[in-house]
């Protein structure tokens, strides 16, 4: 029935993201789960994979903790590279110009879920 939710693809409540912009999370089963985060920036909700184009290692060194200390971009926490929270565009360090992985997203009845046709194996 449309509208229903997969409980497997729900990555956390729309309002989990009011008070902490960021949220990482963990989705696919083996050694190697689909590893990521999501970034909130008014009423947009972004997903990228955790992972620095760089140097391939994850972005936070902290649990959720994602952002500059104003909130306007994401940092890499090893290198300082920044990116834009809309897009993932690198707009400063040593991966200026790359962007970081989107995963597809969608909202539905005040929860935030994987897009139906995503598969993280796809991500690994």
Do not use: Q
Not at 20 to 29: K, S
Not at 42 to 55: F, L, M, Q, S, T
Not at 89 to 104: E, H, K, M, N, Q
């Amino acid at each position: 029935m449309k509208g229903e939710i997969d409980t497997e693809r729900v990555l956390c409540e729309v309002d989990d993201l009011a008070e902490h912009p960021c949220r990482e999370f963990r989705v696919g089963a083996g050694p190697w789960p689909l590893s990521g985060f999501l970034v909130r920036k008014g009423d947009d909700i972004h997903a990228y994979v955790n992972r620095c184009p760089h140097a391939g290692h994850p972005l936070n060194i902290r649990p959720d903790r994602f952002l500059t200390p104003d909130r306007s971009l994401i940092v890499c926490c090893s290198h300082g590279a920044l990116f834009e929270m809309e897009t993932g565009f690198c707009v400063d360090g040593p991966c200026a110009g790359a962007s970081l992985t989107r995963i597809p997203i969608e909202t539905l009845a005040g929860f935030v879920l994987l897009a139906e046709d995503v598969d993280p194996a796809d991500y690994e």
